[in-house]
C-alpha cells in the first residue's frame, strides 16, 4: 500500500487491490464469456416473460449479422432509444458485436435534445420503441439517419407480447401518432430484424479494448449534452471493479440464480454498469419498463424473490411512501446499492427499518461508466460518505489551483483509472484534466485519513453566501427532518449584500404549512448564513427520469419569476 491510497488497507480481504481489463482482448470477448458460463440460466424476466443467456445471445447476434448488411463502414454509431424491455440488451450487445458504437438516448427527450445526439454523435441508424417514435419524427430530416428499426414493447414477448401491444396501443394509449413511412428513411421492424438476421452471414471483427464502445450524454441540464467516449477497456474494467467489490455479499448467497432488480433505465450509465456487473454473474435482471409507476413496481416485486436492488434516493423513498411495500418478503435482499445522486440518512434509515437491508452509498458518473467509489457492502451503518475508491481507482481532492489538499480538506475530487473516458466527443477535453491526467469531477468533497470520502456537493451548485461556502446537498437533508416538507431543493440566488443567498423550493406536507414553520425550522438546526434566506412552495420539484432533482430548472423558474425591472 502507498502512503497516498490509504483506501487500500480498509479493502475487506476477499476485495483485489487492482484489476485487469487486458485479460480480455475485446469487451466481445467478455459478452461471450458470460453467454457461455451461463447459457440456460435465466438473463431477464419482464412482465413474466423470461429470456435466458442463450436467448440474449442468439438474439444479439441476429441483431448484428443484419446490421452488417446494412453496409455502413465499421466503427459507425448506431442509437438506441429503449426503455426496460426485453429487447434491449440483445440490440445493444449486437450493436457492439457488429463492429459498431452504441449511443444510449433517453426515449423521454425532446425533439431538440435528440437531434443534438444523433447530429453529434453522427448516428445512421436508430432502434427506437414506437412509443417515442413522435420525436424522432418532428427531427428526423435534420439528422444523418438513413435507416429506422421501429420496435414495440411486446416484441420479445411471444403471446404475451401480443396483448401488451394491444394494451399499450388502445387501453392505455400511450403510442402517440407519428409517420415514418418517408423511402428516404429505410424502416424495418425488429422482428424482421430478428427473422433475417437468423439467416444472414456473422463475421466476427477484429477489435481491440482501445476502441470506442458507447457515446454515452451527459451533461444537459445546463446547456447542450456532451458525448463522453467510452472505450471498450473503460467498459471491461468497470465490469471487474465492480464484480470485485460486491464479492463480500454475492460470495454468500446461496441460491441458484441471483435476481436483481433493473428499474433503472438501461440507458443510463449506473442501470448499464450494473447490466455488466450482473452478467459478469449471471444474474437474472427483473425489468421494470416503468419505475414511475409505483404500484406497479411494488407488484412486479412480489412476484419473485429479489437479492440486489439499485436504486436512487428518490426512488427508494416513492417505494416506501407506498402502503403496499412493506408488506413484500425482504428475506432474500442482499443489496441494496445507493447511486445517481446523494441518499439522505433519512431514506437509509427508513430503509433499514422497513426492509433489514442497509442501503449502501457509492458515487460514479458518465465519464467513468459508474464506477468510482464505494462504501464496504457488508457494512451495516449508513455513514454518510460515498465510501472509498474501487480497485484501480485513484482519486486526489484538489484546489482551484489545482494543488492537492491534505486530508479533511474540502476540494474538487479528482479521478483517474482504467474506467475513465479519454475525453468528450467533438470537443477539446484538455481542459477536464488536470496536468498529471485526473479527469476533474466537478465534485466537490473531503477524504478522511482512511480514505473515506464524503461528498458535499457539485462545484457548479455550491453557493457562496458572505464568504461561506455553503451546499444545498447538506440544508436539504436536514431539512427533509421537518415533518412540515416531503421534499425539497435548495439554490443560490443573486444577493446584493451577501453575494449570493440561499432559495429552497419546498413541496409542503399540507396546505396549512407556513412560511414561518420552514424559516423556525431552519434556524433551530442550522447556523444562520445555511438557513434558507427565500422560501418557495411549489408542487413539484422538477426532476430527472432517474429522479435527480434539475437545480437548473430552478435557477431558470427563479429568474423567469423575478425578471430584473
Not at 109 to 127: C, K, M, P, V
Not at 288 to 303: A, C, E
Not at 500 to 520: L, M
Request: aromatic share 8%; with cysteine; proline share 6%.
Amino acid at each position: 500500500m502507498t502512503p497516498n491510497k490509504p483506501w487500500l488497507a480498509h479493502y475487506p480481504n476477499i476485495v483485489p487491490k487492482t484489476i485487469n481489463p487486458d485479460r480480455y482482448n475485446s469487451i466481445i470477448d467478455l459478452y461471450e464469456e458470460c453467454f457461455d458460463r451461463f447459457r440456460l440460466h435465466p438473463m431477464s424476466i419482464c412482465m413474466g416473460v423470461t429470456h435466458t443467456y442463450g436467448d440474449v445471445d442468439k438474439a444479439s447476434l441476429a441483431v448484428a449479422a443484419w446490421l452488417q448488411a446494412q453496409g455502413i463502414p465499421k466503427g459507425s454509431v448506431v442509437a438506441l432509444m429503449m426503455p426496460n424491455v426485453p429487447q434491449y440488451l440483445p440490440t445493444m450487445i449486437g450493436i457492439l458485436r457488429a463492429g459498431y458504437v452504441c449511443t444510449p438516448i433517453n426515449p423521454l427527450y425532446t425533439g431538440r435534445e435528440l437531434r443534438h445526439q444523433l447530429n453529434d454523435s453522427g448516428a445512421q441508424i436508430i432502434f427506437v420503441v414506437d412509443n417515442f417514435a413522435q420525436a424522432l419524427e418532428q427531427v428526423i430530416d435534420e439528422t444523418n439517419i438513413k435507416r429506422i428499426v421501429l420496435s414495440r414493447m411486446g416484441d420479445m414477448m411471444g403471446l404475451k407480447g401480443i396483448l401488451v401491444n394491444t394494451v399499450i396501443r388502445q387501453v392505455k394509449r400511450l403510442v402517440p401518432k407519428y409517420k415514418l413511412n418517408d423511402p428516404k428513411h429505410e424502416l424495418t421492424k425488429f422482428p424482421d430484424v430478428l427473422k433475417k438476421g437468423k439467416v444472414l452471414p456473422f463475421h466476427k471483427p477484429a477489435m481491440q479494448l482501445s476502441q470506442k464502445a458507447f457515446l454515452q450524454y451527459t451533461g444537459g441540464t445546463t446547456g447542450l449534452s456532451k458525448g463522453a467516449i467510452l472505450s471498450q477497456r473503460n467498459i471491461v474494467a468497470a465490469a471487474l471493479q465492480s464484480e470485485a467489490w460486491t464479492r463480500p455479499i454475492t460470495s454468500e448467497i446461496n441460491e441458484v440464480y441471483i435476481n436483481m432488480v433493473m428499474a433503472l433505465p438501461l440507458y443510463h450509465i449506473f442501470a448499464f454498469m450494473l447490466s455488466m456487473l450482473g452478467m459478469r454473474s449471471g444474474y437474472t435482471f427483473i425489468l421494470v419498463p416503468n419505475p414511475r409507476d409505483i404500484p406497479g413496481f411494488v407488484k412486479t416485486l412480489s412476484r419473485q424473490p429479489f437479492h440486489i436492488l439499485p436504486a436512487v434516493n428518490t426512488l427508494y423513498k416513492g417505494l416506501l411512501d407506498n402502503p403496499n411495500f412493506k408488506n413484500l418478503n425482504f428475506s432474500s435482499l442482499r443489496l441494496s446499492q445507493a447511486g445517481g445522486m446523494a441518499a439522505t440518512e433519512q431514506t437509509a434509515a427508513r430503509w433499514l427499518e422497513v426492509t433489514g437491508c442497509p442501503m449502501v452509498e457509492g458515487w460514479g458518473m458518465t465519464e467513468g461508466v459508474a464506477a468510482g467509489t464505494a462504501n464496504i457492502v457488508t457494512d451495516h451503518k449508513f455513514n454518510g460518505t460515498i465510501g472509498l475508491p474501487l480497485p484501480s481507482v485513484d482519486i486526489i481532492v484538489v484546489d482551484d489551483e489545482g494543488n492537492r489538499l491534505a486530508i479533511n480538506e474540502t476540494g474538487e475530487m479528482c479521478i483517474k483509472g482504467p474506467n475513465v473516458t479519454s475525453g468528450y466527443l467533438n470537443r477539446d477535453s484538455s481542459e477536464d484534466f488536470t496536468n498529471d491526467g485526473y479527469f476533474r469531477t466537478g465534485d466537490i468533497v473531503s477524504m478522511d485519513e482512511r480514505g473515506y470520502i464524503t461528498l458535499l456537493d457539485r462545484k457548479k451548485d455550491m453557493i457562496l453566501v458572505s464568504g461561506f461556502n455553503v451546499f444545498p446537498n447538506e440544508i436539504e437533508s436536514i431539512m427533509l427532518d421537518c415533518n412540515a416538507i416531503v421534499d425539497c431543493a435548495v439554490i443560490g440566488i443573486p444577493d446584493e449584500h451577501q453575494g449570493e443567498a440561499v432559495k429552497i423550493y419546498v413541496v409542503p406536507a399540507d396546505k396549512n404549512v407556513t412560511k414561518s414553520d420552514i424559516k423556525e425550522f431552519a434556524l433551530d438546526n442550522m447556523t444562520g448564513y445555511k438557513c434558507p434566506r427565500y422560501i418557495e412552495f411549489i408542487d413539484e420539484l422538477p426532476k430527472s427520469n432517474v429522479g435527480k432533482v434539475l437545480r437548473q430548472k430552478l435557477r431558470e423558474k427563479h429568474i423567469s419569476d423575478n425578471p430584473k425591472p
